[in-house]
Each structure stands twice: as structure tokens, then as C-alpha cells.
């Protein structure tokens, strides 16, 4: 009997299917029983899953999924050659969405995950189907680094450009998660898509990724990152509860690393391995950094400071102390600055950039903002509270250092983070001697000693004022600022484009909301201000445009529209 007598004759319903003649990966995966039906088997179209094949994908003829895969063989298979890359482009220049592929994840892919397949496989195939493709991610990355890292420095351009490119031949989970929660901080909110937050799929996206990656690999410089921004994204569009909860998991992070530790910043190991430690510095004041913001800006909510709960007898120094270590790197110098961590004693010359791409000319004047303004909340906050003297001299530090910062030269960008950060700062610490009654003219009008919240709370607390010193200073400080606040917000039309493209922080928003409630309390009183009520309506208007790229500026705008209600009463319109 022939071979070809001895096989059954195939049914006309099979005749008529095409089949494959290979399993396809998902069950292979499994290890389940593939029809082989094209386009696609029986299983997968049941279970709603992709159905691939080796040959689809260019995978090695019979090589098991845990090997090494060429990951940009795997990206150019997926995606045709003939494929245009303009909507990519298109996306990211316009607010119109190209469907779900650009924002949601793939259910199918955490399905087909199991044993045999590696994290960092895992990981680049669901940044691919939410970014697409090589030219489209590297176009996120490029926007990343012109915006948000320009005020937000966390991370070396230089190195993770590096990782990016060695990624596309070998899988990295690392490298991968920090990449989505590039694009999830880039990402604009708009009137099309105006979902930000717990709604947003690439946010739940990203944090389920973020989840999964870190219980799978160790813990590592690049996953501190990836949750920084997670933190400033929920912070920043106005998620209180996530942000605070996500900056706790940071400061668990720097504990597994051993920052909490003297040693770890000893004079020794500076001397020997300056570049990493400097990045340390960096990341653990961009920490604290996010940590006084969620505690100064949602104040209706009382979200304890983190960073106020370490008792120690060391301070983590400034990562500008570390440039002595490093060839080539420029010297800074301050003024009036408030510690000592090692920093170049030659003449104030500000901030200047040399190349903020390399370790070596990056610099971050948010580490010493945050210092100032952990220090000005922890003070606030003090049972026993600081004398006028001592809030006069941490004032004129802050303003020292707000001088440093517009001295400087920059290659990109300025740096909205550090200075608003700073009016904030010297509006809190001055606050005291404003609601004391200082410099009140003949025959005003004392003023009140609280203004409204957006829960209707207090937010200029009487108890804290130090009566009696008729001291100017804090009155004309807080003047000053609010001056030069109120300056800025002018020119909203110029820094559209900046703010757009991520490149204006989102702290500039409580400063002007902080601001107005300060007008609103004291414009007609102690601030002598008759035009107080223009400057309020001028930061709202400012706040709205913030609002489109920052989502906390509505919230704002909200709590201004209370404040002055309360304020005016009848006579707002």
C-alpha cells in the first residue's frame, strides 16, 4: 500500500481552509493543541489573542521562545516595511487620537504570558504594541529629553540612549518600562482626549507594567526612575493619593539601595565612583522634590512629609558636590547657600550648563530647592516655631540661590522648577510675618487672618505668626514675589510651545494659585496692592493654560473662583 493510499483523504471543509504547517507560538506557549487554521487557529480566535508563527516574526526555524530574540527583527516583522511612519508623527504633533492602539495595552499579552517566556521579551512586545514602532519610540524619547528631562533631570541622556539602542537587539524589561513612562509624562491631555489619571489606560498601563517588571528582576537605577515619573505624572494631574503612596515606594527604593546609610556618600567613595553617586544625589533630591510638592500642594488633604520622618545626623549631599571628581566638569558657585555639602567655594557665578546629555554637565538647582523648602514645611510644622531672625536669614538663602538660578547659563530650557519651587518657599517662610499685621498702614484695614482652601480650611494659620516685630522685610518678600510671579504668567503666549512640550514645571501653577490666595486675603491690606483683583484674574487665565497640559491647574482655578466668591460675595459676577 502506498503512502499516499494509507493517509486519510482530508474532508471538503478542511480542503477548503488554508492551514499552517507549523503550531502557532501561542499554543506552543501553552502547550495545547493548535488547529493550524489561517489567519488564524481556532484557539487563538476563541481566547481573542494574536495568532502568530515563526515565520511570521522572523524567529530562528525551531528555536524555543526563552532564547535570544533580535528584538528589532522582532519590530520589523511586526510592523510592515511598506508602513508610513507618518502617523506617528502626526500623533504626537496633533491632539486627534489614531485609535486605541496609541493608549491602551493589549489584554491578550498578559494572557500568553507564562513560564517560557523571559520579563524582558515580554516587556518589549507590549512596548511595541502600545508605541509602535522604532521610529515613533526613539520620536517620544527625543520629546522627552526636550521637555520634561530639561527641568526634571533624572536621567543621563548619554547612557540611556545607549540602553534604547541595545535594546532593539537585546530585550530589556529595565529599559522598556522606563520608556512607557516616558511617553506617559509627554503625553499632552486635550479637548479630544481629556482623560488624565486613573481613567488613562497608558497609566494603568504603565503602572501594571511598572508592577510586574519590578517583581520579576531586581530592583535598579532605571525602575527609580520609571517611578519618579509615575510620581510626577499622578502629582502633576492631580492624583494626590497614587502620587504620595508612589513617592513611598521611592523612599523604600533609596532604603534597598543603602542611601540612608553615612557611608554610602563617604568622602572614599565619592573620590572612587563620583559619576554614580552623583546620579544617587540626584534621584534622592528629585524624590524629596516630588515629596514637598505633594505635602505643599494638597494641603486640604494632610499628606505627611516622607522625608520628615528621617532622623539624621547626615545630610545626602548636592549633586554639584560631586563635579570636583569628575574631569572636565564645569565649578559652580552660590550664594547664601544653606549647607555645606561640599560645594566649590570660587565667585557666585550661578548655574551653567555645560552638557546636560553627559553625567559629568548635568546639574539639577532642584536638589537645593527642595532642601529649602523640606526645610521651610519641617519648620512650619515645628511644635516650636522658628524665630523671625531665623526665617529672615533661610529667606535671604532662598532668594540668594533664586539669583544663582536666573544667573545661569542654559544650553536648553530654563529652570521653572527650581525658581517656582523657591517662590513657594519664600512665600511660606514669610508667610508669618504677613498675617502678623506688620507695616499695616494709618487707617487700613487690619486683615484677616485665614483664607479659604479648597475644603474651606485654613491655610494661613494664625498660630504661626510672631507678633510684634513690625518688620518689613517679609511683607515687601512676599510683595516681591508675587511681583515677579504675576511677571511671569505674562508671558504665556511665548512659553505656549515650552508648555505644550512638557518644558514648563507644573509647580509654577501652585505658585500663582498661592499667590492669589494671598492677594485675595491681603491684597487690599498689609500688600497694598489696589491692583490685586487684575493679578487674580490674570493668573486664572494663566491657570486655564496651564490646565491643558497639567491637569492640578483646574483644580485651582476651582478653588481661586471659591476664594474670591468668599471674598466678594455679592459683587462677583
Known amino acids: 500500500m502506498s503512502a499516499a493510499s494509507s493517509s486519510p483523504a482530508p474532508s471538503p471543509q478542511q480542503s477548503a481552509a488554508a492551514k499552517s504547517s507549523r503550531v ?39 528555536a524555543s521562545m526563552p532564547g535570544p530574540i533580535r528584538f528589532e527583527s522582532f519590530m520589523d516583522q511586526v510592523v510592515s516595511p511598506t508602513r ?60 522627552y529629553f526636550s521637555g520634561v528631562n530639561t527641568w526634571f533631570t533624572i536621567i543621563e541622556r548619554a547612557s540611556f540612549d545607549a540602553d534604547l539602542k541595545d535594546m532593539w537587539a537585546v530585550p530589556s524589561a529595565e529599559t522598556a518600562v522606563l520608556t512607557l513612562c516616558m511617553r506617559l509624562i509627554t503625553r499632552t491631555p486635550n479637548a ?84 554614580e553617586l552623583k546620579l544617587c544625589s540626584i534621584l534622592w533630591w528629585a524624590i ?15 499628606y505627611p512629609m516622607h522625608a520628615a520622618n528621617l532622623h539624621w545626623d547626615f545630610s545626602i549631599p548636592f549633586p554639584e558636590s560631586f563635579d570636583q571628581y569628575l574631569p572636565g566638569s564645569l565649578t559652580f558657585g552660590f550664594q547664601g547657600q544653606g ?11 550661578g548655574y551653567l550648563d555645560a552638557n546636560i546629555d553627559h553625567i559629568d554637565g548635568m546639574v539639577w538647582p532642584e536638589a537645593t530647592s527642595a532642601w529649602y523648602l523640606s526645610n521651610v514645611l519641617q519648620q512650619l510644622g515645628s511644635p516650636t516655631p522658628a524665630t523671625a531672625a531665623d526665617r529672615n536669614m ?43 499685621g506688620s507695616t499695616v498702614p494709618s487707617g ?8 479659604t482652601t479648597m475644603t474651606g480650611t485654613s491655610l494661613l494659620d494664625p498660630a504661626s505668626a510672631t507678633a510684634g516685630n513690625n518688620d518689613p522685610r517679609p511683607v515687601e518678600t512676599i510683595r516681591s514675589v508675587i511681583s515677579s510671579i504675576y511677571s511671569a504668567s505674562l508671558n504665556t503666549e511665548q512659553a505656549e510651545p515650552r508648555l505644550r512640550n512638557g518644558g514648563v514645571a ?43 497640559r497639567w491637569k492640578i491647574a483646574d483644580r485651582y482655578v476651582e478653588s481661586i473662583n471659591i476664594a474670591l466668591g468668599n471674598r466678594l460675595g455679592n459683587f462677583l459676577p
Open 394 to 436: 533661610l529667606s535671604g538663602a532662598i532668594t540668594a540661590h533664586t539669583i544663582n538660578v536666573l544667573s545661569g547659563n542654559w544650553k536648553r530650557g530654563d529652570r521653572t522648577a527650581a525658581v517656582g519651587t523657591n517662590f513657594i518657599a519664600l512665600m511660606k517662610v514669610n508667610q508669618p510675618g504677613l498675617i502678623s
Open 339 to 349: 549647607q555645606s555639602s561640599g560645594s566649590s567655594s570660587s565667585s557666585s557665578i
Open 506 to 548: 507644573p509647580c509654577g501653577a501652585f505658585s500663582m494659585y498661592y499667590a492669589s490666595l494671598l492677594l485675595i486675603s491681603h491684597g487690599g491690606g498689609v500688600l497694598q496692592d489696589g491692583d490685586w483683583l487684575r493679578k487674580v484674574e490674570g493668573f486664572k487665565r494663566t491657570l486655564e493654560a496651564f490646565g491643558r
Open 192 to 275: 479630544v482626549n481629556p482623560v488624565a489619571g486613573m481613567g488613562d489606560s497608558l497609566y494603568l498601563s504603565a503602572k501594571t507594567m511598572l508592577s510586574l517588571v519590578q517583581s520579576k528582576v531586581a530592583l535598579s537605577i532605571p525602575l527609580l526612575q520609571a517611578e519618579l515619573l509615575v510620581a510626577m505624572y499622578e502629582f502633576s494631574h492631580s492624583m494626590p493619593q497614587q502620587a504620595y503612596m508612589t513617592v513611598g515606594r521611592c523612599f523604600q527604593i533609596s532604603r534597598a539601595f543603602g542611601w540612608h546609610h553615612d557611608m554610602f556618600w563617604s568622602e572614599e567613595r565619592q573620590s572612587h565612583v563620583p559619576r
Open 288 to 302: 524629596v522634590y516630588v515629596d514637598c510638592l505633594v505635602h505643599v500642594s494638597y494641603q486640604d488633604q494632610k
Open 24 to 62: 502557532c507560538l501561542n499554543c506552543r506557549r501553552k502547550k495545547k493543541r493548535c488547529d493550524k487554521a489561517l489567519p488564524s487557529c481556532g484557539r487563538c480566535t476563541y481566547s481573542l489573542q494574536v495568532c502568530q508563527h515563526e515565520d511570521d516574526i522572523g524567529l530562528p526555524g525551531g
Open 84 to 143: 508610513t511612519y507618518t502617523p506617528v508623527l502626526e500623533h504626537l504633533a496633533s491632539p486627534q487620537p489614531l485609535g486605541p492602539r496609541w493608549s491602551i495595552l493589549n489584554p491578550s499579552l498578559f494572557a500568553s504570558m507564562d513560564a517560557n517566556e523571559d520579563i524582558s521579551s515580554f516587556a518589549c512586545r507590549c512596548l511595541s504594541d502600545i508605541l509602535g514602532h522604532r521610529q515613533g519610540t526613539e520620536h517620544i524619547v527625543a520629546s
Open 444 to 451: 487700613a484695614t487690619t486683615p484677616t487672618t485665614t483664607t
